[in-house]
């Protein structure tokens, strides 16, 4: 009886935990990643897909494994999964002027540590926002990831304020 106990949720069951394991990126128990698709106006979306045609094939030595959906907007590398999304809407942790930032090979970000151990950067300063999420797993690797993506980001995202 035991093992019943950890069997798969019903998918209502996994309602609740959809937006966590989304923006978390976490796997399933299939080993698929997920991560919410942003819904940027047209300008950004041409961006981010700009974005998409340049970015690396592999990140922190991690090959691409793009999540689910399948999006221009989103990719991923590895697992535990490093996952990128573009279009994203401008946290407002950019408003408080004592907020952690970073600069990589002439790239900015925002930098948030999250309650689960992982890590959320955000570009600042581009004409589209694009957040890169490293899982705790993967956050002892330092800025490898962001060192990878910048060249793809200054390609694709030019600087200047997001609307």
């Not at 966590?20 to 819904?39: K, M, T």
């Not at 981010?48 to 922190?60: A, G, I, T, W």
């Not at 948030?112 to 581009?126: A, M, V, W, Y």
């Amino acid at each position: 009886m035991n093992s019943l106990r950890h069997r798969r949720r019903s998918v209502l069951g996994l309602s609740v935990l959809a937006p966590l394991i989304i923006v978390a990126g976490c796997s399933s128990a299939d080993d698929s990643v997920s991560a919410a698709v942003p819904s940027p106006g047209a300008k950004v979306t041409g961006l981010c897909r700009n974005l998409d045609k340049v970015l690396p094939s592999k990140v922190d030595d991690q090959g691409r494994r793009d999540p689910e959906p399948a999006s221009a907007l989103t990719a991923g590398w590895g697992n535990p999964a490093i996952i990128l999304r573009c279009g994203v809407v401008r946290p407002a942790k950019m408003n408080d002027p004592e907020a952690d930032g970073v600069e990589v090979n002439g790239v900015g970000w925002l930098l948030q540590k999250e309650d689960d151990g992982s890590f959320r950067f955000t570009t600042t300063l581009r004409k589209a926002y694009v957040e890169v999420t490293i899982p705790k797993d993967r956050t002892g690797d330092g800025m490898a990831p962001l060192v990878d993506l910048a060249k793809s980001v200054k390609k694709a995202i030019p600087e200047g304020i997001a609307d």
